[in-house]
Each structure stands twice: as structure tokens, then as C-alpha cells.
């Protein structure tokens, strides 16, 4: 049973615009959830993170958005770039757990 | 400081044979994770360790051994390879347990069982 989903699996945006993806969890002792950025050939490296104290965290051009009631989040990414062309993981865990739990990732491409 | 560092980078097995993919960090983290990436199912935990002399099986373990015999090291074996764990393998780390620390992921194993 896949413990995070994840949504789009893949999305197309122009540059300049602003891409969204969306994360689904089911466990309430979750309270951790950064997102992984990898780019092709490489190992997932993280890029944001936020616990569920707070409903939104911004870092540059990417944002978290929580929802801790609906179990949701997604991560959006303004002004997208050419550069930002990779596959994005979301993820949860525990603080008392050992485990981190992946979505199935999204493929964004982002055309110039 | 090489981070987290994966041996080989690339391997074909023919069903039948064994193999061990070696993990190797250099930032004392006492956490480390196996997982394996495939198609459209993401990433999934083989196997992780909590410390050197520990082990414990993850999500998808079968077919999997790992070993940390020193704390910087955790190796994962495969005793008879079959087509289905063609895959691409990430090793990766993190100092504190759950969501205490990030994980550190090295760059990859990719690895195909004809």
C-alpha cells in the first residue's frame, strides 16, 4: 500500500509559469515532508521540507502548502525554468520513526 | 568530504548470479538506507540500519542481504539476481533517525539481470 501518494506523474509547463505538485497521506504520526528534486543520473537531493506546525514554507521560487486536516501537500514552483526540468519526490516521515516513505514521482518538464 | 559514494556505478548480472553493491559514507551518520527506483513506483526501501552491527528489513527486502560491519560502510548483497530486480539502486544516509535529518542519497547503482 503506497504510504504517500503522489500526483501529476508528469507535467508539462512554459517558463514562467508555475508548476504544481500534489502529495496525499494517510498516517497521522507523519510529521515530516520534504520534497526531493533529482535530476537525471543523479541521486534525489533534498530541496524543501516543512513539519506540520505551519501551513506554508517558501525557499526561493518553492513553496510547500500543507493541509494538515485534508492530509494533504504540494509543492509549487514559480516563475519554472528550464532549469527546474527534473523529477520531484515527495516523502513523509516520523520523528519517532526510522523509515521515509516516497510518492511515486512526478516528471516536470519545463519548456523553454 | 565525498558525501555518500556508491561502487559500482553500472552492472549486468545473468540470472542465477550474486553480487554486493557497496555504500560508503564519510559524514558519521549512524543511519543508512538501501533503496531501489523503478518506473513509476518510485523510491522503495530494501533494507536500512540504525547503526553499525544493526540491520532491518524495509518494504521490499526479499531477495536482499545488507551487512554493517562498520559504520561507515553498508554493503547489500544479492545471492541469486533475477530479472525483476533490474533496477536502479540509491544508497543513502542521514546523522538522526526519521524526520530529525535529512537524507544524503549517492549517485546510484544501475544494475541489469539478463
Known amino acids: ?112 | 568530504n565525498a558525501g555518500v559514494t556508491q561502487t559500482p556505478k553500472f552492472r549486468v548480472l545473468k540470472t542465477g548470479q550474486s553480487m554486493t553493491l557497496l555504500c560508503a559514507q564519510d559524514m558519521n551518520h549512524e543511519y543508512m538506507y538501501w533503496y531501489r527506483q523503478d518506473p513509476g513506483m518510485g523510491l522503495r526501501l530494501i533494507h536500512y540500519s540504525v547503526g553499525e552491527g544493526t540491520t532491518a528489513k524495509g518494504e521490499v527486502p526479499d531477495g536482499y542481504n545488507v551487512s554493517r560491519l562498520k559504520k561507515q560502510n553498508f554493503l547489500l548483497g544479492l545471492e541469486s539476481a533475477a530479472p525483476s530486480q533490474t533496477s536502479v539502486y540509491f544508497c543513502a544516509s542521514t546523522f538522526l533517525g526519521g524526520g530529525l535529518d535529512t537524507q544524503y542519497f549517492g549517485p546510484g547503482t544501475r544494475l541489469t539481470v539478463l
Open chain 1, 1 to 112: 500500500q503506497q504510504q504517500v501518494k503522489q500526483s501529476p506523474q508528469s507535467l508539462i509547463v512554459q517558463k514562467g509559469g508555475i508548476s504544481i505538485i500534489n502529495c496525499a497521506y494517510e498516517n497521522t504520526a507523519f510529521d515530516y515532508f520534504p520534497w526531493y528534486q533529482q535530476f537525471p543520473g543523479k541521486g534525489p537531493a533534498l530541496l524543501i521540507a516543512i513539519r506540520p506546525d505551519v501551513s506554508e514554507k517558501k525557499e526561493g521560487r518553492f513553496t510547500i502548502s500543507f493541509n494538515k486536516s485534508a492530509k494533504q501537500f504540494s509543492l509549487h514552483i514559480m516563475d519554472s525554468q528550464p532549469g527546474d526540468s527534473a523529477t520531484y519526490f515527495c516523502a513523509a516521515s516520523s520523528d519517532t520513526g526510522n523509515q521515509f516513505y516516497f510518492g511515486t514521482g512526478t516528471s516536470l518538464t519545463v519548456i523553454p
